[in-house]
């Protein structure tokens, strides 16, 4: 992302809009500058902030009125006036950015607009995580912190050593080099994120193990881990297996997201294939 | 995406935030979910949801690109809903907001009568969701739960500016923008129904809860924490 120097006026109301704070007023030249090795390219700035598209000298000028007496100025604070936001082409790696930080940047890989993939929102048809099981998202970087992904790699490589299995659709799994070490393509290490998610599913008797091995690697980690546990509820839609432990280890469980088990797989090439696959998944 | 799960705040804050999202599954059931998608949040209209959006094109109220200069002073505020379903244009998850439990578990039964064949999630607290499968005869089938923020959280903002930036889970919604619609709402130079409206624009797919915002943003008025 650049802002186009011709048109920016300093008005300042991106300097907030940004997630990674990495937009300014440079006072040398005074207008709205990005610090590149911050931004993320999530293009809240672009795609968030309505535009004007005012005559910027005038706008300069009457800012410059304005200072000279003090004057407040009460502009609507989600407006860049001039319109000067202009997406860059990004070239690998850098595009990376964009594809782990712009929601609407849909992930080739996994055809899912966002960080991550379907995970337990769509168990119901996919059956990805059964009973016995359970599904971590380990989430890097939200909120509003960001992340380098070469801090990811050192919970990929502790992960992998613990021989946990990565999920393979989601978006980071197929930036990795070594699936069984959890190494990472070197040509991305030095790029930043706005969030990237690792997904793993281990057995629900690792489930403390995991949790403490997380806890443990993100003390090397220089940003926020928001942890999101999943797992297969009972015939009678309860769990009575992982929210005891993770109650048993401190956690006061405050949010959830509820499958409601009201998917069906319909496209007629998966149907065959899951009734090829999976009798007793696909009379359910 | 778990862009609902990690909302800030206790259980009891969520009394007021229950996101209701129906979701296709690629390769499984995405080829001919358009109308399905469209009918949902069709059916979610008479429960009165406070936002509804999709990931690809936003929420009820969305940036606008291109102003006139009068917008400074009248600016139209008011979400458009019908907007949101007639500009479903392809398969994405898509999602209803509601400020009491009530309307998400009438709905809720609704979408489980109309049985669309698409995957419902339901995001606030475990046991409002608890509580709306119950009115709505159905038994939980999965659960993620939210074990919230560790690591480097000396980086985060204060509590209320974190309760509003993560209502949009993608991150669309700046801490700095928050903190600034805090501090516009204690000078009295926004209402906090002005505030929101800026927020809300950030919101990439329709997840901000502008009732919940509001009310924070009521709160921190008062007592910034």
Redesign the interface.
């Known amino acids: 992302m650049r802002i186009n120097p011709d048109k920016c006026v300093a008005c300042g109301n991106c300097?907030?809009?940004?997630?990674?704070?990495a937009i300014y007023v440079d006072p040398a030249i005074k207008r709205a500058t990005i610090n590149r090795d911050e931004c993320v390219e999530?293009y809240?700035c672009y795609?968030?902030?309505?535009?004007?598209?005012?005559n910027p000298s005038i706008v300069r000028n009457i800012r410059k009125f304005f200072q000279m007496g003090r004057l407040r100025f009460?502009?609507?604070?989600?407006?860049c006036p001039t319109?000067a936001f202009e997406p860059d082409e990004l070239q690998w790696p850098r595009v990376v950015r964009r594809a782990f930080?712009d929601?609407?940047a849909t992930h080739e890989s996994?055809?899912?607009?966002?960080?991550?993939t379907?995970?337990?929102?769509?168990?119901?048809?996919?059956g990805r995580?059964k009973q016995g099981e359970v599904?971590f998202?380990i989430?890097f970087g939200?909120?509003?912190?960001g992340v380098w992904i070469r801090d990811i790699q050192k919970m990929t490589w502790a992960l992998a050593k613990a021989g946990v299995a990565f999920e393979k659709k989601n978006p980071f799994t197929l930036l990795m080099t070594d699936v069984a070490t959890g190494t990472l393509r070197e040509d991305v290490l030095n790029e930043k994120v706005?969030?990237a998610?690792v997904e793993i599913k281990v057995g629900v008797e690792r489930t403390e193990e995991i949790?403490r091995l997380?806890?443990e690697i993100?003390?090397e980690?220089?940003?926020?881990?928001?942890?999101?546990?999943?797992?297969?509820?009972d015939?009678?839609?309860?769990?009575k297996i992982?929210?005891p432990i993770?109650e048993r280890l401190g956690?006061k469980?405050?949010?959830?997201?509820?499958?409601?088990?009201?998917?069906?797989?319909?496209?007629?090439a998966?149907e065959k294939a899951e009734a090829k696959q999976d009798p007793v998944e696909q009379s359910r | 995406m778990t862009n609902t799960l990690h909302r800030y705040g206790s259980a009891e804050s969520f009394d007021d935030d229950y996101i209701v999202f129906a979701t296709p599954s690629n390769g499984r059931n995405e080829i001919g979910s358009l109308p399905k998608l469209k009918k949902f949040l069709e059916l979610a209209l008479p429960f009165k949801p406070v936002n509804i959006g999709d990931p690809v094109h936003g929420g009820s109220l969305r940036p606008e690109k291109g102003l006139h200069t009068s917008a400074n002073w009248n600016r139209d505020m008011t979400p458009n809903f019908q907007a949101v379903i007639d500009g479903l244009t392809e398969p994405a998850s898509v999602v209803a907001i509601f400020d009491n439990q009530s309307s998400a578990e009438q709905f809720l039964k609704v979408a489980v009568e109309a049985d669309l064949g698409l995957s419902v999630n339901m995001s606030t607290s475990v046991q409002g969701a608890v509580e709306c499968c119950k009115f709505a005869g159905i038994k939980r089938h999965s659960v993620g739960y939210s074990l919230g923020f560790e690591g480097a959280t000396d980086k985060l903002p204060n509590s209320q500016a974190l309760a509003l930036s993560t209502m949009c889970g993608h991150g669309m919604i700046s801490s700095s923008l928050a903190k600034k619609m805090i501090d516009w709402v204690k000078e009295g130079r926004r209402t906090p129904a002005q505030a929101v409206t800026y927020m809300t624009r950030f919101c990439s797919c329709g997840v901000f809860n502008p009732v919940r915002a509001q009310r924070i943003l009521e709160e921190a008025r008062k007592k910034m924490e």
């Open positions: 300097t907030y809009a940004c997630p990674m704070g999530c809240a795609n968030g902030l309505s535009t004007e598209h005012l009460d502009p609507e604070p989600d407006v319109a930080s929601p609407r996994t055809g899912v607009q966002g960080r991550g379907e995970e337990v929102k769509t168990n119901d048809v996919t995580v599904g998202t989430e939200r909120p509003g912190v706005l969030s998610i949790i997380v806890h993100e003390k980690v220089d940003t926020v881990v928001s942890l999101g546990v999943g797992t297969r509820c015939e009678n839609g309860e769990d992982v929210a993770l956690y469980i405050e949010r959830a997201k509820t499958n409601m088990g009201l998917g069906r797989v319909t496209n007629p998966a």
